[in-house]
């Protein structure tokens, strides 16, 4: 089975830093990779995915994420976050049955 | 865009009590819909995956009996917590495929006094 781990419980930053959240799975197969958002008192909503192609991905409200296959990694950025990005990042990582296997959760505090 | 909405948010109650949790895909259809449990900072860890017209699919260590999932319909599927006891306090999430993305519901938080 995959796991996926998150390397940051709890990031801290201010408004116009930049962001960069670590996501590594282990999984040797063909894996499609999810990054989700959760503000606070929402459901869970999709940032971002990777099926196949060019492993530079870019989601919604400026975030990308780039694939490195060789480093089984799938890093998420925001060049430089708001005030409304503090939320809840969660990483996830399917191997092609549709169960999703998700990071612990990276919590991000935007100080304004 | 594909809205999944779960019912209730939030019950309280007292333990013994078996709670039923409903999620259905809105505006479209969803053969399989997903139960995952979160508890306080920590990842949704999947319970089960339900099927319609079928017999849902339990992970490991996730007791069938304590846990009744029914999915009768293409866009409802429930979730059955019976007799329930303060352990089973968590947060529950419902989601819908629709393929190959899946929906979220908005959860439902669970305390069992």
């Known amino acids: 089975a995959q796991s996926v781990s998150q390397h940051n419980h709890h990031v801290i930053l201010s408004e116009a830093a930049s962001l960069e959240l670590g996501c590594n799975y282990s999984y040797g197969g063909t894996v499609n990779l999810f990054w989700y958002v959760q503000y606070p008192g929402q459901h869970l909503q999709l940032l971002l995915k990777?099926?196949?192609?060019?492993?530079l991905v870019k989601g919604i409200k400026g975030f990308e994420a780039e694939f490195i296959k060789s480093k089984f990694s799938f890093n998420l950025r925001k060049p430089s976050v708001q005030w409304s990005d503090t939320a809840e990042y969660f990483c996830a990582v399917n191997a092609g049955d549709y169960k999703l296997s998700f990071g612990a959760g990276t919590t991000v505090t935007v100080r304004a | 865009g594909a809205v999944v909405s779960q019912h209730p948010s939030r019950v309280i109650c007292k333990s013994g009590t078996s709670v039923k949790i409903e999620c259905r895909s809105l505006d479209f259809q969803a053969t399989t819909m997903f139960w995952y449990r979160q508890f306080p900072k920590q990842s949704l860890m999947l319970m089960a995956t339900?099927?319609?017209?079928?017999?849902?699919?339990?992970e490991q260590g996730v007791e069938k009996d304590k846990f009744l999932i029914n999915h009768a319909s293409l866009t409802l599927s429930t979730l059955t917590v019976t007799s329930a006891h303060p352990e089973d306090s968590s947060f529950y999430i419902c989601?819908?495929?629709?393929?190959?993305?899946?929906?979220f519901g908005d959860g439902t938080r669970l305390s069992i006094l």
């Open positions: 339900s099927n319609e017209g079928s017999k849902a699919t339990y």
């Open positions: 989601s819908a495929e629709d393929s190959p993305l899946q929906h």
């Open positions: 990777y099926f196949s192609g060019d492993p």
